[in-house]
């Protein structure tokens, strides 16, 4: 495989961005994938945009995914979405929070990882990455809240 | 799935940035090192093009059997603090400064001693003393930190170390996080110091070693200037194992080293070039420079030099030129640049920031061609290296804004500028969270310069604005500010206050929430939230002989900010208003280092006193 996955996950300060893009890097390095991700913060406690870039396969080499070259965008507030549309490649897939119906996470602030979730049906990386990935990077009490996210996501993204 | 189409072109075995320890330099003297220059970059370059291109890994961490560890995906912050464990630093210094402030935090996590220090200036003094009493020392800051600090570090310059010490000088081209977007390379030139650029984390954590082992062995300060892309980007690192115990700190007199009086700095000055000499021709020969041959493509004929993370996106944009990828970007290995360009037909500086690189080839003879001036401003990225290779000068297409970075809703400034709008008053502001008051709804902040300017520009205003004007300006700045750089604007207000008085007001939300809530000497907590001395706002600015103090714990709307401030401005006397209440952010957080303090201290009352 010489090509690169490009991914971008996009929203508001304090929604989980960069820990979505966190677990994404992890799955993907834990899958074996030569990895990069990119963000800048700084400002993100402040309620701004935020948007986070992940690139994977045999060797990426800029850690930042170009305009117009992604293959998905994940989008955790809908205001956010035109914002960044700019960045998928012509028919790249959008991941919006619309996807998950409200009301149907027990945990709301999960959503980061329920887009993930339907972002990872969309993936070549086993589930047990993406399951491992979330498990090391979110406090042991937050686990099963977020696997359920996660499992609900997953089905959501298979349309 | 697209394809982004990046051929596997890895680094070929043996090109890696080679960190093992410099030999002796006796071993090594100058001369002889020039006239191993072309060979080496002539070996360099076969390498680079020959048959071993055939030998392509796919994974380029892989290279040097040294490596040991398994590989982690770390950001560029995050691949410095192991680097300086590794090679035994003793003690890590710095004041937060975003895209720097990890830094020290990851040190301090994975164990190392680190220490938040009033500013800059501060650290690197400290710094450079552990230095001279023979530690290995890191030293971390932001770009305008260092301008802070430029004092003792032109002169630390002269100066003979007994250990290493290495400034971390984190860049931010295209403000992600700054007032501005200074290209610290010039202070390399201007100080006279080698610089150190990575492109990557692994990057990173290798040029870190191989920053102390310079600095060590041509006994001279070394500064890694890493950019915000590298600092906060994750990519692979493959840790090497620790390097041998240092030997133990000591005093060793060596006055003439280290006492900078001219008649011992004329001297130095001369050393200080013959170092620099001498470590040119060590970049030639044996620097951490590396050629990337050409892939498979239609730009066979294009040779890049490129810098930091310029040199990746040049290997993405362009993946069938030749690059060479400059490490160690000051003094330049000026022999191995020339041998590459010679076997280039067009040959490209790519650099983000100011022309530096490119001038210094236009400089020593070399010819290359540069970007055209609208790059200089701003990050360069994939697609604008593609637009730089094309020579396409027609205006850049402008992505949709974001929303704007706001005060946190609960935020104790809000209710501070909501008062400060409401009375129509002339705020000269500065650095933090609560720059945000210059937004809407507050619009109430008038100035804001750097770290510290607040009091002196509210003073300046005050001294020449007709009365009416004058008698509404109030310097406001935040508490890791004040410590920062508010104190000498104290001193300067006691000591030339202006007819009509003035009204500092400090915002004491009890952390620097700015970048990321850090400890600072007024919260009475160390860099590892222990307990330690605590410095009094209040108490200080009586101290100064401020004429009026004063301390409000601020709780919304309540009034009684808005009367105490109507009555100050209409003295003509010096006022300090601390109006003290946590950043909600961090008000959990402080809540339980405090009661951690408690426990600790109840648990044995002579701890706080014993460490
Ligand atoms: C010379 C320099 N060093 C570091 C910084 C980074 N920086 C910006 S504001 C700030 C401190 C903010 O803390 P504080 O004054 O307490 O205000 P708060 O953010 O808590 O409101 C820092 C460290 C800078 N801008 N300039
Ligand atoms: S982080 Fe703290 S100081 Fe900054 S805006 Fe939020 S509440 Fe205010």
Known sequence: MSKVINLVVAGLGGQGVLKASDILAEAAFRAGFDVKKS??????????????????????????????????????????????????????????????????????????VALLGALSSHLEIPEEHWLAAIRANLAEKLHKANEQSFALGRAAGRF | MSTVNIPVTSDPEGLTCPTSPIGDPAASPHENVIAQTARAAADLLRRSSGAENARLSSDRHLASPAMSAQPQLLSGDEAVAPAALHARVRLGTGYPGTPSTEILEAFDKLGGRAQWSPNEKVALEVGLGAAFGGARTLVTMKHIGLNVAADPLFTAAYTDLEAGLVVVSADDPGMASSQNEQDNRHYARAAALPMLEPMDSQQAYDLTLLAFDISERWRIPVILRITTRVCHSKTLVRPRASQAETPTPGFRRDIQARVMIPAYAKPAHHRLRHKLAEIAAWNDAEGPSRVFPGGPGSDGDLGIIATGIAAVHAREAAPGARLLAIGLTYPL????????????????????????????????????????????????????????????????????????????????????????????????????????????????????????????????????????????????????????????????????????????????????????????????????????????????ARAMGVQNVHVVAFNEADGTLEALLKDLLARPETSLVVARQPCVLAAPKIRFHEKAATDRLQACPSSLVDD
């Open chain 1, 39 to 112: 963000e800048l913060h700084g400002m993100s406690q402040r309620g701004g945009s935020v948007s986070s870039d992940v690139r994977f396969g045999d060797q990426v080499w800029s850690p930042m995914v170009p305009a117009g070259e992604a293959d998905c965008l994940v989008v955790l507030d809908e205001t956010q979405v035109e914002v960044n549309r700019g960045v998928l490649r012509p028919g790249g897939v959008l991941i919006g929070p619309d996807l998950i119906a409200p009301g149907a996470l027990k945990n709301k602030k999960s959503l980061n």
């Open chain 2, 333 to 540: 290995p000026l022999g191995t640049i020339r041998a590459f360009a010679d076997t280039c037909e067009r040959l490209l500086v790519l650099e983000e920031g100011d022309p530096v690189l490119h001038q210094a080839l236009l400089a020593a003879g070399i010819p290359a061609e540069g970007k055209p001036d609208m790059y200089r401003f701003g990050e360069l990225n994939v697609a604008r290296v593609r637009r730089i290779l094309a020579g396409d000068q027609t205006p850049e297409p402008v992505p949709p804004k974001g929303k704007p970075p706001e005060l946190c809703q609960g935020c104790s400034h809000r209710g501070v500028f909501e008062v400060l709008r409401d009375m129509d008053c002339i705020v000269a502001g500065d650095i933090g969270c609560y720059t945000l008051g210059v937004l809407p709804p507050f619009s109430a902040m008038d100035t804001c310069v750097c770290m510290g300017a607040s009091i002196g520009v509210g003073l300046g205003l005050r001294h020449v604005l007709p009365e009416d004007q004058a008698r509404r300006v109030v310097s406001v700045i935040g508490d890791s500010t004040f410590v920062h750089s508010g104190l000498t604007g104290v001193a300067e207000m006691v000591y030339n206050p202006p007819a009509t008085g003035h009204v500092v007001l400090i915002l004491d939300n009890g952390t620097t929430a700015m970048t990321g809530q850090q400890e600072h000497p007024g919260t009475g907590r160390t860099l590892s939230h222990d307990p330690t001395g605590k410095i009094s706002f209040e108490g200080l």
